[in-house]
């Protein structure tokens, strides 16, 4: 197939950002027309308050929570950093944080500057498959642990982790090893930005302290996000001037994109995660048999997201691959979109033990709800020439 024959374009970066559906759509363009200021005392912003009450409302029923619990804030980022220096900031007294090597930066980049403030931040092991161990877990905690940070899904090998697992190994040793008054450490925070569109987000059912997620993971807007923090838990904000979201988020609410966001959720079909899943092992049940030497890395399976497919070519450079899936209409990434201009090689391939040789040519293809079998049989299509042609070129 040539290039200039393919009509449509094929993306296959959902993980970076979805297309924003169009009931979301409809329901910011309604919502942008409510001009008053959701804290004013008339009868507009009476009205623009009652629809981000009606919201929350939403969201929180989605998660399992109380409304006064969901923080509203600009990005999955801003969640993250929010709960981890606020809870810092509301208890300097421990100092041991808990987490994994293949968190996303949103998370690592916080935890490296507060090791520089004295944090001692300890990391749990992972397996090959990017797969946390839950024994190591339970030997690193200690009375000084003030909070485990673990994500539900890596954003570039789409490893889940036992969250429901490790919530238990948490509360079994509050129970057992702390005196009443602190029976609420170590917290537990869980970046779920990955997760929302396919996984259980029951906050009940997870055990988690706090737990973020943002709108555009789920075909809802960009630029807004959230932060479930449950009752026991204090944060220290980090943005003061005014008392919206609770004290915790000063700034006017961003009205149109918190009502994108809670209709988002409420179009989240379970049944994408079967159909997914059964086209990313179509893809990997085929790949090897057209490409010499090709990695898949992360879990197969039950454990894996089953958007994710990320898979190393050895010998070839990530951008020159991309590249030329571009001019074939096919949009994918090499990792995560918030370390994309980088030339580090992936943490997280680092950190599971993938090869020297295998960092460089990394693709990840994140499916989505558009996504249908022809796409993968055309991906499949051009993928292995593309390869061939890159290595007479490149390879030595």
């Known amino acids: 197939m040539s290039i200039v024959s393919k009509k449509h374009r094929i993306y296959l970066d959902n993980a970076s950002a979805t297309p924003i559906s169009k009931e979301v759509e409809e329901e910011m363009s309604k919502t942008g027309v409510l001009y008053g200021n959701p804290s004013s005392f008339n009868n507009a912003g009476r009205i623009a308050r009652k629809k981000i009450d009606d919201s929350r409302l939403v969201i929180a029923r989605f998660l399992g929570s109380r409304p006064e619990e969901i923080i509203f804030t600009a990005s999955g980022s801003e969640a993250n950093n929010l709960a981890l220096f606020g809870l810092a900031g509301a208890y300097p007294q421990r100092k041991e944080i808990i987490t994994s090597a293949i968190e996303h930066p949103s998370v690592l980049g916080p935890l490296r500057a507060l090791s520089e403030r004295g944090y001692k931040i300890i990391f749990v092991k992972n397996d090959s498959a990017g797969l946390i161990d839950t024994g190591d877990l339970i030997k690193k905690i200690t009375p000084k642990t003030l909070l485990v940070s673990i994500m539900y899904a890596n954003n570039e090998i789409g490893a889940i982790q036992p969250i429901i697992k490790i919530s238990k190994i948490i509360k079994e040793f509050r129970k057992n090893k ?52 449950n009752r026991g838990a204090s944060l220290k904000p980090l943005i003061y001037g005014g008392d919206q979201e609770y004290g915790l988020r000063a700034g006017t609410e961003n009205l149109s994109a918190i009502a994108g966001l809670a209709r988002a959720v409420t179009l989240i079909d379970n049944q994408e995660r079967q159909r997914l899943a059964k086209l990313g092992e179509y893809f990997f049940s085929k790949i090897s048999d057209l490409i010499e030497d ?103």
């Open 178 to 229: 702390l005196k009443i008054s602190e029976k609420m450490f170590p917290f537990f925070h869980v970046d779920a930005c990955q997760a929302t569109e396919y996984l259980d987000m029951n906050v009940n059912n997870l055990g988690t302290d706090l737990l973020t997620f943002n709108g555009s993971k789920i075909y809802g807007p960009r630029g807004i996000a959230v932060m479930y923090k």
């Open 294 to 396: 090709i990695k898949i890395n992360g879990p197969r399976g039950f454990n894996r997201l089953p958007n994710n497919i990320n898979i190393s070519i050895p010998g070839l450079d990530a951008e020159n691959l991309l590249l030329e899936l571009d001019r074939y209409g096919i949009a994918a990434s090499s990792g995560s979109a918030c370390t994309a201009r980088s030339v580090e090689p992936s943490h997280v391939l680092k950190s599971i033990g993938v090869a020297p040789s295998y960092l460089g040519g990394v693709l990840r293809f994140s499916m989505g709800r558009q996504t249908t079998k022809k796409d993968i049989d055309y991906l499949l299509e051009v993928l292995p020439g593309i390869v061939a042609t890159l290595s007479k070129r490149y390879r030595k």
